[in-house]
């Protein structure tokens, strides 16, 4: 049963333009939420991540969204780049106990 | 320039042959995880380590897998015996919970069974 879910699992947009990528939970017991991108034969690395006390976290051009309420949280990236095409995972704990992982959003942006 | 360390990179081994994965996590973090990344699931945690005690390894299919942590700079995933369906790329990531922050991921272990 996964607690974490991306259900898209690619997206493709345009150079200059923004990146929604999306991420549901299940586990109200979350408290820390993080996204990390992924290229090709390299592991995950940290990008930004987000408290539940907060519902908003914003670095450069890479901001987090968290609506407790819906258990949804978003990755918008604005404006996009072609360095940016990578698979993005979304990953919640609590407590810092396990880290648990969506199946991943593949972004591609087109020049 | 701190990082998690994973041996072999890649492995290709053939069914029922014992794999052994390695991992040196970051120094000073205390906890370790191991996630293992299929097309269909993603990265799933096969087991954690905090202070060298396994905390969790109800990701792990027990009959042929076992993590141990021999040492606080060796952390080790070992398959007997190996199946093709245990083909994936298995990660190994440290972190430290003295502050409440991401986990840093190694560049994984390619492992092919055939």
């Known amino acids: 049963d996964q607690q974490v879910k991306q259900n898209s699992p690619s997206l493709s947009v345009q150079e200059g333009r923004i990146s929604i990528l999306n991420c549901d939970y299940t586990?109200?017991?979350?408290?820390?939420f993080l996204w990390y991108k992924k290229y090709p034969a390299e592991g995950p690395t940290f990008l930004i991540s987000i408290s539940s006390i907060k519902d908003k976290n914003e670095d450069g051009r890479f901001t987090v969204f968290l609506n407790k309420s819906a258990k949804h949280l978003s990755l918008h990236i604005v404006p996009s780049q072609p360095g940016d095409s990578a698979v993005y995972f979304c990953a919640a704990t609590y407590n810092f106990n396990k880290f648990y992982f969506g199946s991943g959003t593949k972004l591609n942006v087109k020049p | 320039d701190a990082r998690v360390t994973q041996t072999p990179r890649h492995k290709v081994t053939e069914m029922g042959q014992e794999v052994t994965m390695r991992c040196q996590p970051i120094?000073?973090?205390?906890?370790v995880f191991w996630y293992r990344q299929t097309m269909m699931q993603g990265l799933e945690l096969l087991a954690y380590f905090r202070n060298r005690a396994p905390l969790d390894d109800s990701g792990m299919p027990k009959d042929r897998f076992s993590a141990e942590m021999p040492d606080a700079t060796l952390a080790t995933l070992k398959i007997q015996p190996s199946e093709p369906r245990d083909s994936a790329v298995y990660f190994c990531a440290s972190g430290d919970t003295g502050r409440v922050t991401e986990a840093f991921f190694g560049q994984g272990t390619r492992l092919t069974v055939v």
């Open positions: 120094l000073g973090h205390n906890t």
């Open positions: 586990n109200s017991m979350f408290d820390y």
